[in-house]
């Protein structure tokens, strides 16, 4: 993923944050309370959030290193596990299909190799990182 993608994927996600988040705080609230998953859609909406900060962040330290192909795989797992982590448990709290439980694992291990491709992307460039 280039870094004006990065950053505009970050934005848009950003804003589905906020929107999904205040919906389900005010017009899904009694179905969320309903299935007992209240938590568990503030959970998916807070991840998301927190993951499309950091596409945001790594956009931005993409547009000083272009060719580091590392970052951008890293944005594009961070995308795959907002997908699968908050996607599957949106999905779990408005359906109750608890099966879903069992893929949300998958997203959370795709967040953390994203972590670990900006550490490895930031680590081939440090040399450029002078104080």
Known sequence: MKAISSIQIACILGLLSVG????????????LESLGRTETFETAIKYQFYHSLAI???????????????????????LAGILIFSGSLLVLSLSGANWLGAITPFGGIALMTGWLLVFLGINKEKKHFNP
């Open 20 to 31: 999904i988040g205040a919906f389900g705080a005010h017009g899904l609230s009694e179905i």
């Open 56 to 78: 945001l962040a790594v956009g931005i330290i993409q547009l000083k290193f272009p060719n580091n192909r590392i970052l951008g795989w890293a944005n594009s797992i961070f």
